[in-house]
């Protein structure tokens, strides 16, 4: 495993993604920036959002880069202010480089000091796709007019996109606080999810799916719900962000200190093979993302509250297993 450091001294980067270019932009999530790194690592703002709000476990999270910025200059980001969560377009200035003209897309996302979800991410049928938690008000989940809960499906307008199972952006339901959204080569979408005191979950999402949140954690053998492909304890876990490289899941866990990787063995079910970890050394894992490359690019969260920084957190490192 080849581990090489992109970036040091951030403060809680949340969520990467990347520009056609292969540039990578950051969200920091107490500071409500986003950063873009340049040559060596070297970080400049693109953006400082005011109305950020991070109380407890809200702030600036997600990120990603329209499919077609080559025509629309898009970005989008998911953050908390003092009334909501929130999803809001930036366009992307080349001359002086920085995002500016925010548009909001979707708002009224509910939020509280914890459990805000967070993620977003174009999916290969170039919708947009995020990440909601249940704002502690648990029953949210189970509710489908709330967007509390839910993994939300959208054009990037904020509408519901086509084929969604309601007339809603609502794409499935029960879930307590999904930070890490990824797709396989069949086009399938996986979820990585914090469970309460007893199992954390990694689960393949289907359309109009209910993953049983709060009326089972982890496997329940309920024909309700779908179980999940793993769980984890929460010492072991607290699973954060997700990616996958050649149909092999990698998910960062923050109170786990740990990456995990988790083989996708058979393409067609998306049955999944046992899990091992590594990376071990570098403290809490928040982000996971593929790289231009084809490497995966994970970040540290020791300067969250939670952690214990030490001089050059928080990093970006890149990582190739094997």
Do not use: C
């Not at 490289?245 to 990698?250: G, K």
Request: hydrophobic share 40%; glycine share 12%; net charge negative.
């Amino acid at each position: 495993m080849a581990v090489t450091v992109i970036a040091e001294d951030l403060a809680v980067p949340w969520d990467v993604d990347f520009l056609p270019s292969g540039e990578a932009l950051v969200t920091e999530r107490d500071a409500g920036r986003v950063l873009q790194l340049g040559d060596g690592g070297a970080a400049f703002e693109l953006a400082a959002i005011p109305e950020v709000d991070n109380s407890g476990e809200g702030g600036l999270m997600g990120i990603a880069v329209s499919p077609d910025f080559a025509e629309d200059n898009h970005v989008f980001v998911y953050y908390t202010t003092a009334a909501d969560n929130r999803i809001v377009r930036y366009t992307y200035e080349h001359t002086r480089p920085a995002l500016t003209a925010p548009q909001p897309v979707l708002t009224g996302i509910p939020a509280a000091r914890i459990h805000n979800g967070g993620a977003l991410t174009f999916g290969p049928d170039s919708y947009l796709y995020a990440s909601t938690g249940d704002a502690t008000e648990q029953q949210s989940a189970q509710d489908p007019e709330s967007l509390a809960g839910k993994i939300l499906r959208m054009t990037a307008d904020g509408e519901p996109a086509s084929g969604n199972p309601g007339d809603s952006v609502v794409w499935s339901l029960g879930h307590r606080n999904v930070q890490g959204l990824a797709f396989d080569s069949q086009n399938r979408l996986w979820a990585s999810e914090f469970g309460a005191s007893a199992w954390d979950e990694l689960n393949l999402i289907e359309p109009g799916a209910n993953y049983g949140w709060p009326e089972v954690e982890g496997i329940g053998d309920d024909d309700r719900f779908v179980d999940p492909a793993h769980v984890w304890r929460p010492a072991e876990a607290s699973p954060a962000g997700l990616a996958i490289v050649d149909d092999v899941l990698y998910m960062a866990a923050l109170r786990g200190n740990r990456l995990w990787e988790i083989p996708i063995t058979d393409a067609a079910t998306g049955a999944t093979g046992e899990p091992r970890s590594f990376l071990g050394e570098y403290g809490r894992l928040r982000a996971a993302v593929t790289g231009p490359d084809g490497e995966l690019w994970v970040s540290t969260s020791n300067r969250d509250g939670r952690g214990r920084p030490e001089p050059g957190d928080d990093r970006i490192v890149s990582v190739r297993p094997g």
